[in-house]
């Protein structure tokens, strides 16, 4: 066991040290430019800490305790270095010649500067922290080098959904944590859908009496085996949304909250009945969905999918929706309000006499129409708030809201259309790889989720900037979001293996500027660093298949087989009697060699296992030599 840690931390300490001849030096996401040098700074027990701006302390005390952290021992603050002595100095002394959110580091052999100001000096200490190697001997030392960078996007987004399953805020708090980590800046925080709604509402009690618990959740996959008949509850209080809010600012990140409007509406019509076109109907239920319980009188809906049961357009829906907005905004301080948009079913308003008699008073095409009318009328009454509107990219069907800020998720069509309106565009495809809800290979060990295909290498090779604008149509694509719904995550453990390592491709196609993009220093050079460091923790995380297992037939007769561990320790094992690997298996080794007889064929099982014990699903490879039934997934 003993040999086996130390095996284990040479090659930690190993690719720490390769970080440090890295083109980028380990930081995720790349920066502008880096420029080493010849030589190293010395970070040991006699370096002082220069930050003689008081509005930087807290950023001088978050970088001393991470020293503390790395490195066993704290720095000494000091107004100047010794004549001889060494320093790290922290100082936004030309950092108004930055870009907005940018910084510089610069390493010598006597001084480390870092140059930003707010959330400059903060993404600046970020990467610091990231590229700071491991100590050896008492001391740490760093390569010498000039970091010049700033975002390529002003808006950089992770979106979670807590209605379908919702999490301490212990877990938002660590989700948010990640995101600063990477220079994430928005926290799109999906509060009430058809399955709950989260959060207080104090003049209308019921949306967390009521709304914010159903009955049961279907067992399995949509339409699911049953119900498990057990409540689902909880919310989240007004001073919980505080506390969430202010330890967001704190690292520089936004929190949005969605009140989902008109469609999504189930929970909020299931406290306050009115709020729909029909308040005398049972809850609609989806007849291809087995239901265990009462249908009677309107419900949290159990199952997932798209109702139509959706707010209907009288004046008492908006006084009760603007009401719940006054609270929300009260709250957030964020100057976007989502109200969703998504997903609005038509065909109560298509029966109801009073949304026909709407329509045909307020001269609307359809009702298209009239719920282009619903969201206009919510946006006047938030940019009265001084506060604007994100909607999904629906609410360009029927024409958009002045001032409306569209997130694009069905395709890069409605965010190329906002855009060619004059209109700001967060890029969020479902194709483009940024749903964290979809699975993340085609290995049948994914656990259950909602479908689809996006993996680390897939979200790291979207570009957001859609090339078919023209240069000042691109202006207005502000940014990019992934979002992770969890209709299939119930735990904050599955959270995690969600959004990792998706979020550290997102990071970089959110930060970095296109020519510093590279899938093969990304994937063999940093994210194996950032692995073994996340390994070390109590995190859960997706880990990758092996670096170079990329085709899923090999063909010959005498075939190398190579492939390269995803990060530092962990180990390969494979099979070839198609038995499933394991650590009984047998170990992978550098220079492997298989013999396939001719007109036979071989199936190659691999699984990665890290230093921690965590694994990684099996992959499958035919290896081929001539055989006729050969089938590739």
């Known amino acids: 066991m003993k040999k086996l840690f130390t095996m284990v931390l040479l090659a930690f300490i190993a690719i720490e040290a390769s970080a440090q001849q890295d083109q980028n030096m380990g930081i995720i996401p790349a920066p502008v430019s880096v420029k080493k040098s010849n030589g190293n700074f010395k970070l040991d027990k006699t370096v002082v800490l220069i930050s003689n701006e008081p509005k930087n302390s807290r ?24 004549a001889n002595g060494r320093a790290i100095i922290l100082t936004s002394e030309g950092a108004d010649k930055l870009p907005a959110e940018g910084y510089k580091i610069n390493i010598t052999a006597k001084n480390i500067t870092i140059v930003g100001t707010d959330a400059g000096l903060f993404y600046g200490l970020k990467s610091m922290m990231q590229l700071m190697p491991e100590k050896a001997n008492d001391q740490v030392l760093i390569s010498n080098a000039e970091i010049s960078d700033y975002p390529r996007f002003k808006y950089r987004g992770m979106h979670l959904d807590v209605s379908r399953h919702m999490y301490p805020v212990s877990l938002v708090k660590k989700y948010i944590d990640v995101m600063s980590d990477y220079k994430m800046n928005n926290f799109h925080w999906h509060l009430t859908d058809d399955q709950g709604w989260r959060i207080e509402i104090k003049k209308y009690p019921r949306l967390t009496e009521v709304g914010g618990k159903r009955n049961g959740t279907i067992i399995g996959h949509h339409p699911g085996v049953a119900t498990d008949n057990k409540e689902y509850k909880g919310y989240y209080t007004q001073n919980e949304v505080k506390d969430v809010i202010a330890y967001a600012a704190a690292r520089y990140i936004n929190v949005i909250p969605e009140i989902e409007l008109p469609g999504h509406a189930s929970a909020a019509i299931a406290a306050y009945p009115e709020l729909s076109c029909f308040p005398e109907r049972d809850t609609f239920i989806d007849p291809k969905t087995p239901w265990s319980g009462s249908r009677k009188g309107k419900q949290v809906q159990q199952t997932f999918g798209v109702f139509d049961d959706v707010f209907v357009p009288n004046d008492n829906t908006f006084k009760f929706l603007e009401n719940v907005l006054d609270e929300v905004i009260a709250l957030f301080p964020s100057k976007y309000i989502h109200v969703g948009g998504d997903e609005c079913p038509k065909e109560y308003w298509k029966e109801s006499a009073f949304c026909q008699k709407m329509i045909k008073d307020l001269n609307l095409k359809d009702e298209h129409g009239l719920q282009s009318y619903f969201i206009q009328r919510i946006e006047k009454h938030v940019n009265s708030k001084g506060r604007k509107i994100i909607g999904w990219d629906e609410i360009l069907e029927g024409g958009l809201a002045p001032n409306a800020t569209v997130m694009s998720w069905r395709g890069t069509e409605g965010g190329i259309a906002a855009a060619q309106q004059s209109h700001d565009v967060i890029m969020t495809p479902n194709g483009g790889g940024l749903y964290f809800d979809h699975k993340q290979s085609n290995s049948k060990d994914e656990p259950t989720n909602i479908g689809g295909l996006s993996n680390y290498t897939s979200v790291y090779n979207y570009d957001p900037m859609p090339s078919v604008l023209t240069p000042a149509q691109q202006k207005y694509v502000i940014g990019v979001q992934a979002n992770l719904w969890t209709e299939y995550v119930q735990t904050p453990a599955k959270v995690e293996y969600m959004i990792m390592p998706r979020i550290f491709s997102l990071a970089e196609i959110a930060w970095s500027q296109p020519e510093r993009k590279d899938l093969k220093n990304f994937s ?81 099982k691999t699984i990665v296992i890290t230093p921690s014990g965590k694994q990684s699903v099996v992959t499958e490879t035919v290896l081929n030599n001539g055989a006729a039934d050969v089938k590739v997934k």
Request: charged share 25%.
């Open 59 to 82: 950023m001088a005390d978050l970088f001393n305790a991470f020293v503390v952290t790395k490195a066993g021992f704290a720095l000494r603050p000091a107004k100047a270095a010794a």
């Open 524 to 604: 063999e050079e940093r994210l194996p660093l950032h692995l073994a460091r996340l390994d070390k923790t109590g995190t859960n995380y997706w880990v990758p298949t092996p670096l170079g297992l990329n085709d899923k037939v090999m063909n010959g007769e005498t075939i190398n087989i190579d492939i390269k561990e995803p990060m530092p320790g962990a180990k390969i094992y494979y099979t070839l009697d198609l038995t499933r690997p394991s650590t009984a298996a047998d170990l992978y080794t550098k220079g492997m060699t298989v013999i396939v007889p001719k007109g036979e064929k071989r199936i190659l």
